[in-house]
């Protein structure tokens, strides 16, 4: 049985993970209310102004890869 929860994303916040997978090079994000929304969900912590994807994060984006692509459907 699995403890991880189930995180119904924004298809924006799908791509702010999916960005994430590649360290940005600037750091920047064209939407940083995003950034928060992941911090506080755990999926993101900001290092250095820099937002990263935590353990958490990369579970969460591979678990709901299934689901983006019936977003892309």
């Known amino acids: 049985m699995s403890n991880d929860s189930d995180f119904d994303l924004a298809p924006d916040q799908w ?9 940005v ?3 920047r994000l064209s939407k940083p209310y995003l950034i928060e929304g992941l911090v506080k969900l755990d999926l993101v912590v900001v290092r250095d102004g820099v937002p990263v994807m935590t353990p958490n994060g990369r579970k969460v984006l591979v678990r709901g890869s299934c689901r983006l692509l019936d977003l892309a459907a």
């Open 15 to 23: 791509e702010v993970l999916k960005a994430l997978r590649n360290p």
């Open 25 to 27: 090079s600037n750091g």
